[in-house]
């Protein structure tokens, strides 16, 4: 299995928006807003896996960070990200880079204050997400700071009315991937290499959607 699926459905997304900076720092969600407040706090550097158009990352710079870092699968996503920051010089320093979790093995441990996870890690394939949670723990500093959000975990009644492809275990074909694993299993997932420092609920209300959000700080016994 490969992720040209997703690479194709996201070049699309992202070849449909324009690149525009956001003027102000308020993401529209109140959960998210205070998510980012406190991952930027005294943070210089951010490593986005995921990164898309670096909106996030835009966000971030608008409360102060400095270093921004961007990976993502998508071409597209990626040329809109550089744009963004190339045609932004007042969001300070980025750098982005087109591929998955491979390039996290290139980057020196404890060089990052901060990361970015949102709706990525159970849209990986499994050991793709093992090694995204391990090499972003690695990656930051001690008492580096880490927001990990997740997709709704699905009950079965929902993957059969939504005729939901099961690839194999909790692994599903929506469309992309989905690793469809209940809140308790993230904990578990995360423990090794990260404290939980808070949990929260991110509303959607236009979707009538609930993500899973995790305020994490990595271990450094890695």
């Known amino acids: 299995m490969d992720y040209e ?3 194709a459905y996201w070049n699309q997304v992202f070849s449909a928006e324009q690149i525009l900076a956001p003027r102000t720092k308020g993401i529209g969600n109140e959960t998210l807003d205070n998510a980012l407040d406190w991952l930027c706090e005294g943070v210089e550097s951010i490593l986005d896996f995921g990164c898309g158009n670096a909106l996030t990352l835009s966000l971030c710079a608008l409360r102060g960070t400095k270093k921004h870092m961007g990976i993502d699968l998508s071409r597209t996503g990626i040329s ?3 744009q963004l920051f190339g045609e932004n010089p007042s969001l300070g320093d980025g ?3 087109e591929g998955g979790v491979e390039l996290l093995f290139t980057l020196p441990s ?3 204050d901060g990361a970015i996870l949102f709706n990525v890690a159970d849209n990986l394939l499994p050991a793709d997400a093992a090694l995204l949670v391990k090499e ?4 930051l500093k001690p ?5 990990l959000k997740l997709n709704p975990h699905l009950a079965a009644e929902q ?3 939504w005729n939901i492809k099961t690839i194999d275990d909790d692994l599903l074909d ?3 991937f989905f690793w469809n694993k209940d809140t308790q299993f993230w904990r578990t997932f995360l423990a090794p290499y990260y404290e939980i420092v808070r949990e929260a609920d991110v509303y959607y209300e236009e979707h009538d959607q609930h993500n899973r959000l995790f305020l994490l700080t990595a271990r450094k016994t890695i």
Do not use: Q, Y
């Open 95 to 97: 750098t982005f880079w």
């Open 110 to 112: 404890n060089s990052m």
């Open 174 to 176: 929506d469309g992309l």
């Open 143 to 147: 008492g580096g700071k880490a927001l």
């Open 159 to 161: 993957i059969a009315a």
């Open 136 to 139: 972003t723990a690695r990656i």
């Open 5 to 7: 699926t997703v690479k």
């Open 80 to 82: 809109h990200a550089a």
